[in-house]
């Protein structure tokens, strides 16, 4: 079996924001953050894999976590060549002298990259980013002109949908203006196992005219076409673990049953299992399970080489 060279880690599940386009109040359990002593020993559980990049991200606002910084160097110490991301809502007050200010700039001190989640404009902000609002996007940003990236990347992320599609432009010039350095585009997926992106009219039947306005922006759309289940890096390289230590294939589906813990099981064992088994098999032959039926990146591949994407 390969080695597991990509993470996804969820540290907590708190978060205050409840976006049109994430499920966690179906899936997550009780609030809580990940110990330091649980986090250390997942660390143990997993450092002889060569995990090269890792996104310290899951279904909550990772800088709430009240010790993140120390989450974020512990995971450097364990894995000094990897390339760590993550990602932050931006409703939040990070003004000098505040604490999540503090802690954002303790944490970048061992972070490559940093996503800003801003998808849309104004009205189309704040209604897939329910209760967020634009004025504290805003000042959020002007705040963090300021801020000590010390030698972090950070980039707007934009998830598209046929709502906010035309306000792409209208935030684009923000990297600019508030002294970023990237402009991200992801196409709106969806989360559920039993569910399709063509059961949403939001994240599906784009017209030609939305996809000849998508194909100006290709270089800042981020994807892989063509693409089928036998391409899929989740079942071969890939690892997801959520803040109870639940195991599972991968961060379309997370809803699915885990495969096991990483605090009870070991992590080899777990992903020999004859459940983790078929369901890379599937993927394997192009035969998916119930699993990976309803695979968003499948059901994109089509639209994003009529795009011209892949990166």
């Known amino acids: 079996m390969d080695k597991i060279t990509y993470a996804f880690l969820e540290t907590t599940n708190h978060c205050n924001l409840n976006c049109s386009f994430c499920n966690r109040d179906e899936v997550i359990g009780p609030l809580t953050h990940m110990s330091l002593e ?83 404009y104004e009205e189309n902000y704040e209604k897939d980013r329910s209760p ?15 801020i000590d990236r010390q030698g972090c990347t950070i980039a707007i992320n934009y998830v598209v949908n046929r709502d906010n599609i035309y306000d792409i432009p209208k935030i684009q010039p923000f990297v600019e203006k508030y002294n970023l350095n990237e402009f991200r585009l ?49 079942v071969k390289k890939g690892l997801y673990i959520t803040v109870e230590g639940d195991v599972k294939i991968c961060l379309i589906n997370t809803g699915a049953t885990p495969i096991g813990n990483i605090f009870r099981d070991n992590m080899d064992d777990m992903r020999n299992s004859p459940c983790y088994q078929k369901i890379s098999d ?30």
């Open 186 to 234: 992801n196409l709106a997926q969806n989360w559920n196992e039993d569910e399709k992106m063509s059961d949403d009219e939001k994240t599906w039947g784009y017209t030609e005219e939305e996809i000849g306005f998508l194909k100006k922006f290709q270089p800042y759309i981020k994807g892989k076409s063509p693409w089928t289940w036998s391409d899929c890096f989740w």
């Open 38 to 120: 649980n986090w250390a020993i997942l660390l143990n559980k997993i450092k002889h894999h060569p995990i090269a990049e890792c996104k310290l991200q899951g279904l909550g606002e990772s800088f709430f976590h009240p010790q993140f910084d120390e989450i974020t160097k512990m995971f450097r110490d364990t894995f000094p060549s990897s390339f760590i991301l993550s990602s932050t809502n931006c409703q939040y007050n990070i003004k000098p002298g505040s604490k999540l200010r503090s802690r954002i700039e303790k944490t970048l001190k061992y972070m490559d990259f940093l996503y800003l989640s801003i998808d849309g």
């Open 282 to 311: 599937g993927c394997s032959s192009d035969t998916p399970t119930a699993h990976c039926q309803n695979c968003s990146y499948k059901e994109l591949a089509p639209l994003l080489e009529r795009i011209g994407v892949n990166n």
């Open 132 to 146: 967020a609002k634009w004025t504290k996007l805003l000042e959020f940003l002007e705040d963090f002109k300021s």
